[in-house]
């Protein structure tokens, strides 16, 4: 498909974080933009505010006239989709019926990046923070790139970074040379991609309803290595787990000397991390990160790693670390004062909240530490139900919602409760939605996490504006 001859893209799940990225890019281009989504959030305000065309019933009544008009125009209109939008949704079926060009997000992406030089970050854990930190350093480099990106950026507001020379070019025909992607390995869809370099954070179990179990896991991010055109960088304890068909990969770690990138000396003041980055070079000393949390030295690792494979300076990668503002929904902390922390985080695995708890922990030793967790997903909650328990069982008092269903249905016995009885924690309750503002009223809270991937951020201003009354 030659997308500079594409004048309308359509998107089927327009509100994802992924799916929004490729919908401001096109909408960039001067293509005619609109979508469906199943609810409104803030990310469908934004884009409603920039000029896209959204609506949220699924009906092919809804879809804008110069998409669905007679004679069709198919070869110059491209329907983008994501794999959380059922077979049967109407409008799903009216495309697939009637010849329209339907890709999935993952093709969308491989086909904008697979003529530029592409940066890729994977992992089932610290992708977006990383791509986000990488983006953000090449940018201060004055590299120019363009970033597409699992999550708003703090410091540009936005998932979608465009390169300034591409603005001006405004078409297809002008190649941006890097081009930084984060890299989502569900439903394989990372496998399209063709980088120069990639890094992998991460290859625990995850979305086991797609890949079924560990092993396949790890086979998919070992494909996905092997189509590295160049340097493959590796977080150091999952070199073993990945068949990279003899690439040498580049390695990094926290506190871990015999990584080829390894972040050392590391202590907390003001509640800022200062350490040193050992390169194969040359040691960085005292660098500042502007992000709280272990997880965060170590992506920060990974994301040197990257930029000197570029050549970027020390003294640019220095700044970038302390500027860097992070990511929306990534221990994103929302009330800070003597008496009371909130952070609110995107965490949904075991290993996510078991760091996103450990940082809060670390942070503030002495403090309590009271969670509020959205499972996602049955199948997720079934499949690592004590990984669950062992990982709330690290806070002080848990507040449990209920399953947050996504796209899927109901399973016999997977439930909340089911989780809460697994835990060992003495102070814990399951809270229904409606109870939640409530049931912090009269709490004598002092370090507050909200965590899920659910629908939970919409409480994030609704317990802000509670709790500083």
Same mark, same amino acid.
């Given at each position: 498909m030659d997308?500079? !001859?594409?004048? $309308?893209?359509?998107?089927?799940? %327009?509100?994802?974080?992924?799916? $929004?990225?490729? &919908?401001?890019?096109?909408?960039?281009?001067?293509?005619?933009?609109?979508?469906?989504?199943?609810?409104?959030?803030?990310?469908?305000?934004? *884009?409603? &505010?920039?000029?896209?065309?959204?609506h949220f019933e699924d009906h092919i009544r809804n879809i804008p006239t110069y998409i669905k008009a007679l004679p069709f125009d198919v070869d110059n209109i491209l329907i983008v989709f994501t794999p959380a939008v059922p077979k049967d949704h109407s409008e799903y079926v009216f495309f697939n019926l009637n010849g329209f060009n339907i890709k999935k997000r993952a093709e969308v992406l491989g086909m904008i990046t697979q003529t530029e030089y592409t940066i890729a970050v994977a992992g089932t854990h610290g992708k977006t923070t990383t791509s986000s930190l990488v983006a953000h350093i090449l940018k201060?480099?004055?590299?120019?790139? $363009? /970033?597409? *990106?699992?999550?708003?950026?703090?410091?540009?507001?936005?998932?979608?970074?465009l390169s300034e020379r591409l603005k001006v070019q405004n078409d297809f025909s002008y190649k941006v040379h890097l081009v930084v992607v984060e890299a989502d390995?569900?439903? =394989?869809?990372?496998?399209?991609?063709?980088?120069?370099?990639?890094? #992998?954070?991460? +290859?625990?179990?995850?979305?086991?309803d797609i890949y079924g179990d560990a092993g396949q896991v790890e086979e998919s991010f070992s494909?996905?290595?092997?189509?590295?055109?160049? !340097?493959? %960088?590796?977080?150091?304890? #999952?070199?073993? !787990?990945?068949?990279?068909d003899g690439k040498i990969p580049i390695?990094?770690?926290?506190?871990d000397d015999s990584a080829d990138y390894f972040a050392h000396k590391i202590r907390i003041e003001n509640g800022f991390y200062i350490y040193q980055?050992?390169?194969?070079?040359?040691?960085?000393?005292?660098?500042?990160?502007?992000?709280?949390?272990?997880?965060?030295?170590?992506?920060?690792?990974?994301?040197?790693?990257?930029?000197?494979?570029?050549? +970027?300076?020390?003294?640019?990668?220095?700044? $970038?670390? /302390?500027?860097?503002?992070? +990511?929306? =929904?990534?221990f994103d902390c929302h009330i800070k004062t003597e008496k009371l922390i909130y952070i609110?985080?995107?965490?949904?695995?075991?290993?996510?909240?078991?760091?996103?708890?450990?940082?809060?922990?670390?942070?503030?030793?002495?403090? !309590?530490?009271?969670g509020i967790f959205q499972p996602h997903l049955f199948s997720r909650t079934r499949d690592f139900a004590d990984d669950f328990a062992r990982s709330l069982d690290l806070l002080d008092e848990c507040i449990l919602m209920e399953i947050y269903p996504a796209?899927?249905?109901? %399973? /016999?016995?997977?439930?909340?409760?089911?989780?809460?009885?697994?835990?060992? *924690?003495?102070?814990? =309750?399951?809270?229904?939605?409606?109870?939640?503002?409530?049931?912090?009223?009269?709490?004598?809270?002092?370090?507050?996490?909200?965590?899920?991937?659910?629908?939970?951020?919409?409480?994030?201003?609704p317990i802000k504006k509670q709790l500083t009354k």
């Open positions: 997308l500079s !001859k594409i004048h $309308s893209v359509y998107f089927l799940g %327009i509100g994802g974080i992924g799916m $929004s990225a490729l &919908a401001r890019y096109f909408n960039a281009m001067g293509k005619k933009v609109a979508g469906y989504d199943k609810t409104p959030t803030i990310l469908t305000d934004e *884009l409603i &505010a920039e000029g896209i065309d959204i201060s480099a004055g590299l120019d790139p $363009s /970033a597409f *990106l699992g999550g708003i950026s703090q410091n540009y507001n936005t998932n979608l970074l390995e569900y439903d =394989r869809s990372f496998l399209t991609l063709h980088p120069e370099i990639a890094l #992998i954070t991460s +290859v625990d179990a995850d979305h086991l494909l996905f290595a092997k189509q590295v055109k160049s !340097k493959l %960088i590796l977080k150091k304890n #999952i070199v073993s !787990k990945i068949n990279s390695t990094y770690a926290v506190n980055i050992v390169t194969p070079f040359t040691v960085f000393e005292n660098i500042t990160l502007g992000l709280p949390g272990l997880h965060n030295v170590e992506n920060s690792v990974a994301a040197v790693a990257i930029a000197c494979q570029l050549n +970027v300076s020390e003294s640019v990668i220095r700044e $970038s670390l /302390a500027s860097f503002k992070g +990511v929306r =929904r990534r609110d985080d995107y965490a949904h695995h075991p290993e996510e909240l078991k760091a996103a708890i450990s940082s809060a922990k670390e942070m503030y030793p002495g403090k !309590k530490i009271t796209r899927e249905l109901p %399973i /016999a016995g997977i439930t909340s409760q089911m989780l809460l009885d697994k835990m060992k *924690l003495s102070d814990k =309750r399951i809270c229904q939605k409606e109870d939640l503002l409530a049931e912090l009223a009269n709490k004598n809270l002092e370090v507050l996490m909200t965590m899920g991937a659910g629908d939970i951020d919409t409480f994030i201003e």
